[in-house]
């Protein structure tokens, strides 16, 4: 039972949330959505859901059209990104009540909720006030009510945005667990999320969305490895993958006074505008590199971000440790050019030390 | 914190409550413990009298209790079930939204007793536009003046000038509530009764609970409707304890009779009220 969409487009005011949206997935698969804020994720899953309506496009679900399928006879599931329960309701309710909409029988109730709560590590809760869990814990009920029905199409909308940082990966290890555990096989399990790792270590196929257009669909290493274009270079890595405006002759990469060999993939080009892509993690600090001016130095967890200026040229470096800097300071870095990306003028993927679009 | 001065700032609030809520419900039961009429006008001391006549000998007062609660509950279910459809009307996106949302309140913001006079006259058994209408019929209901219909007549002049203050409040209601549920009680599979039944009316239930008791409390006065409407007739057959108190008390002058009335009243409604509320809690709350 297939999922398929044809040109999705949604234009409430002067902007496109969704644009010409097509996609084809399969059941027992799991497909990420991966975009910044506002790229249009929640509206094409809401469109999935039924909770909106696009202006053109169709999409059909096991060869019929979903669009007439009213949102309560659509067997989907969704866990929003806002914790959304019901507040008149306990735990054990509040999980119960997509069963108590079909006539099931009250013991086989109990049984599913009971296996629902096991599975999100709620078991003892189900007597509780909604009020009273923390936003992990009403997290947890509304994933549990969505697995609880069984539904053929379970959406997730940035499921974890919300939870501060521990509660973020605690959950993020068990989504990996349930869904590799098999959620039935027939589901579609459409995930949305604005975080390259999360993308990277849920290991679907990526649909890459910005400004509601599609930009490119792949296998998470192939959108990792290979981004079709610039912009999917920026929303697939973070911080954004370095852009540097350079120029190649004579077998050399020239930017900002700097002559780095260039590597076998990007010799052969030679045009103008060319602008080279390099990931925050391959650049080194290195004490015969080339000199830079630190602008800002974050500390976030174990690593440190430096912010670096030379020139026109701005770049973002990751170091795995925790280092102290201050402003104006010089620090000296070098590149593993051999993992630098090439794009064209138009921002399209010139070459890809991955051995994408080579030469 | 102990300032020796602190009774001098509380005086201006405990005056002003002693003066209007206080005093004049001790008096009142004083009052109630004397024969004042108008040939005796003066607080002597009957005893119980008052009370034993009230309970032993007065069915008219009882009678008209009965009818009170009736004629209160009646209009308050009615008004709480048209004030929510009402109110659930215009709670979605329709068209001219603002303009019904208005139009709705239109009979609250009316004079009640100038609006009851008009009522009198559209119900006018001979004269009146409602039965001229209904004469294409060939019918032509005693509006005022037959002992049941009238009790309707009155339910149906209430109810029109009260079901706003209801969907005020339930609107109020609606509005400030979550849209959460409802996003999440769509993809759960529920159909939009269901959606009401599960979702809408169990968040609704506190401000229900409100509003309800609200609305009994104003309906237990009923008394310019049927003043103006029917005078309690025909027969005493609208009357409604205010108005068979008020005769007692300011046509008949037995001051101390409808004192005792007035005070064994206000007992049976703080009563009757605390178990209302409970038992809708109870209902409604599940608590």
Do not use: C
Request: glycine share 6%.
């Amino acid at each position: 039972m297939d999922l398929v969409a044809n040109n999705l487009s949604y234009k409430p005011d002067d902007q496109y949330h969704l644009n010409e949206v097509s996609f084809n997935f399969k059941e027992g698969n799991l497909y990420t959505i991966l975009g910044r804020t506002l790229s249009g994720k929640t509206t094409l899953l809401k469109t999935i859901a039924g909770l909106l309506t696009p202006d053109s496009g169709e999409i059909e679900f096991d060869g019929k059209n979903f669009l007439k399928v009213p949102v309560w006879e659509r067997n989907v599931a969704m866990v929003y990104q806002q914790f959304i329960n019901y507040p008149h309701l306990n735990v054990f309710e509040n999980i119960a009540f997509p069963l108590k909409q079909r006539k099931i029988d009250q013991s086989i109730i109990k049984e599913k909720v009971m296996d629902a709560l096991k599975s999100v590590g709620l078991l003892g809760y189900e007597n509780r006030k909604i009020q009273e869990l923390s936003g992990g814990q009403q997290q947890r009920v509304s994933l549990a009510r969505s697995l609880v029905k069984n539904a053929k199409i379970l959406l997730l909308d940035e499921p974890l945005v919300n939870l501060d940082y521990k509660l973020r990966e605690q959950l993020r290890e068990e989504f990996k667990n349930l869904f590799s555990k098999g959620l039935a096989d027939e589901t579609i399990l459409i995930y949305s999320t604005t975080d390259p790792r999360e993308t990277m270590e849920l290991n679907g196929e990526v649909i890459v969305l910005d400004e509601g257009k599609v930009l490119q669909v792949g296998p998470a290493k192939e959108i990792f490895e290979n981004p079709n274009s610039l912009k999917v270079a920026e929303i697939s890595n973070d911080p954004p993958m370095n852009i540097i405006e350079a120029k190649i002759s004579d077998n050399q990469i020239r930017f900002e006074g700097i002559d780095v060999e260039a590597p076998q993939h990007l010799s052969k080009l030679t045009e103008d505008g060319l602008k080279i892509g390099l990931r925050s993690s391959d650049i080194e600090l290195n004490e015969n590199g080339h000199e830079f001016e630190v602008e800002l130095a974050e500390i976030s967890g174990s690593e440190t971000l430096l912010h670096l200026k030379r020139g026109d040229t701005k770049i973002i470096v990751s170091i795995e440790e925790v280092l102290n800097f201050k402003i104006h300071d010089k620090v000296k870095i070098n590149f593993k050019i051999n993992r630098a990306y090439a794009f064209h003028a138009n921002g399209k993927l010139a070459s890809s030390p991955f051995g994408g679009l080579n030469g | 914190m102990n300032f020796k001065h602190k009774y001098f700032f509380l005086f201006p609030g405990l005056f002003v409550l002693i003066g209007i809520l206080i005093f004049p419900i001790i008096f009142v039961v004083r009052l109630s413990l004397s024969g004042w009429n108008s040939y005796n006008p003066g607080l002597d001391y009957i005893g119980l009298e008052n009370y034993i006549r009230l309970f032993t000998d007065d069915p008219r007062f009882w009678e008209s209790f009965f009818r009170l609660s009736f004629l209160s509950v009646t209009t308050v279910i009615l008004q709480y079930v048209i004030g929510f459809a009402l109110a659930h009307m215009v709670w979605k996106d329709i068209k001219f939204k603002r303009f019904f949302r208005v139009l709705f309140l239109v009979p609250m913001m009316t004079t009640p007793v100038i609006m009851t006079v008009i009522w009198r006259t559209f119900f006018h058994e001979s004269l009146g536009p409602v039965n001229d209408l209904l004469s294409v019929f060939g019918v032509a209901p005693k509006w005022l003046t037959d002992p049941v219909i009238a009790k309707f007549t009155v339910i149906i002049v209430e109810v029109w000038q009260w079901t706003p203050f209801m969907f005020l409040l339930l609107l109020a209601g609606l509005l400030s509530l979550p849209k959460e549920p409802f996003l999440a009680a769509a993809i759960d599979g529920a159909s939009p009764v269901r959606k009401f039944i599960y979702v809408t009316f169990p968040l609704m239930a506190p401000i229900s609970i409100g509003a309800i008791i609200i609305r009994l409390i104003e309906a237990s006065k009923i008394m310019d409707t049927v003043y103006v409407l029917t005078s309690g007739g025909p027969g005493t057959s609208t009357e409604t304890s205010s108005f068979y108190i008020f005769i007692k008390g300011l046509r008949e002058f037995q001051m101390g009779y409808a004192a005792s009335m007035s005070f064994t009243y206000l007992i049976i409604m703080i009563i009757s009220l605390t178990i209302i509320a409970k038992v809708l809690t109870k209902v409604l709350l599940k608590e």
